[in-house]
């Protein structure tokens, strides 16, 4: 209680410390409101982005295609104007975090400080590291951590050796950040292929699009508007999932969510290795279309809609509503808390994911014109063979999610301050509850006890009763046989097995007060059998 208690005591002084310096990340955990509104915030983030998006690849291109490059440009840089003003309008509206260092120091003087220690044993009790008073995060507006077993070899950089400098001696919550941040770099690395799959919207996807008929009555689509199929699809993916999904779902699983973030962005990745698979059969269909009209040397426009490719423009959409708000949030909601505003996760993520992308497209271009081979990339797309190159970003796609199903079997949320604060206060209720149900128990059997003593004596009584009964019978059946005929122990023998029988299939209750109804009945016509010392004693008499 007391420790709990203390624990308790301290959030406050930090909550309070927030409240009045106003130094928080952008929700508060322990507001109830806020901690739900951070559920959905990231949904309509990114529904925002894409939505400023949507405008780009439609009208934006439109008016730079027939109207003009000066107005094409001029607005968005009214726009951006725009945006800043509304941005400096809020600011004193935000929470500012106090700047605590650059995340990259910690983490490599942890890793230079255990590389240093690496021959040091570990203690082992977690309590001899080095460890910073509460009060000292309380003040700085952070949460101390304690040690956990997994990566433990890194807890070597908070073994007390006598130095103190920064990069020989780490505090304990410092390792735990670190590892916090060394954890989701498994997660990180099965992001991006996804990553450069999304390139080839920009890329492949658009080349496809120019061979294609793009005419739509008397509107010709540009060719680079081909994305807003994804954003439009992208856009109500999040409206669907976020107002009717999460709602349905989370009365079966129990979760804010709805669904775990591992399990959001599971299927993300499986609608990835669908898109492939429909990309590389498409672009197979586009391929046999161009060769029986013979426009594969022509680089000719083929007699195919351009809606062909709206499949996989959708449910690229789709995708990226699972996977990449799934990744904004996850990178923010595990990072430590004095890291979650300076995280990079996300946009490296994206970046190395494009860079892949073109290594990938140059390297496999270079691969497969070896050795005297026509190649599956070449600038014309009707004579190329796109079709192989979505082939091998399935394949690659689906080691990349076995990668994904193997990383999350040994990967550990990091639990949330408020949802430590919870489980104490639920472990305190439970102990309360447990120390009530002990005094009920010890009641109850007081209570038993009692009644145990007036059983007892109700016992006694009835065994008394059927002694006497018994010997009743015994004796009754003894005298009133045949002279010492075996009848006697026979007519017992039946009394006793029938009134077992009868005791299984009647009530005790019912059962006696029909035995004594019946009994009073007989003993009314029953002739007592004469002994022969009296029917001797009446001839002497009647002699007289």
Known sequence: MADFVLIRREANMTVDFFSKVDITCWFDDFHPKEKAQKLSFFNWWMFCIFFGSLFANTALIYIQDNVGWTLGYGLPTVGIIISF?????GTPFYRHQKPVGSPITKMTSVIVATARKWKVPLPSDPKELHELDSEEYA?????????TPDLRFLNKAAVKTGPTDPWMLCSVTQVEETKQMLRMIPILIATLVPSAMIAQVNTLFVRQGTTLDRHMGNFKIPPASLGAFMTISMLISVILYDRCFIPVIQKWTKIPRGITLIQRMGIGLVLHIIITVIASLTERHRLSVAREHGVVEKRGQLPLTIFILLPQFVLMGTADAFLEVTKLEFFYDQAPESMKTRNSYYPSSVGIGHFLSSFL???????????????WILNNLNKSHPDYYYAFFAVLSLLNFIFFVVVIKFYVYKSEVSDSMRVLTEELQLKRLKLSHQ??????????????DVCTLADYNIQKADAFLDVSKLEFFYYQALERHELSRYFLFEYESGDRELSQQFPSDVLNFLNFIFFMLIIKFYVYKAEVSDSMHVLMEELR
Do not use: Y
Request: glycine content about 10%; proline content about 0%; overall charge positive.
């Open 85 to 89: 003003l509304i941005f400096i309008s």
């Open 139 to 147: 003040r700085n507006g952070k949460f101390r951590i304690d040690s």
């Open 361 to 375: 497209l140059s390297t496999v271009s270079k691969v497969t014109r070896k050795h005297g081979h026509q190649g």
């Open 439 to 452: 005094e009920e128990l010890r009641n109850t059997k007081a209570d038993l006890g009692r009644k145990q």
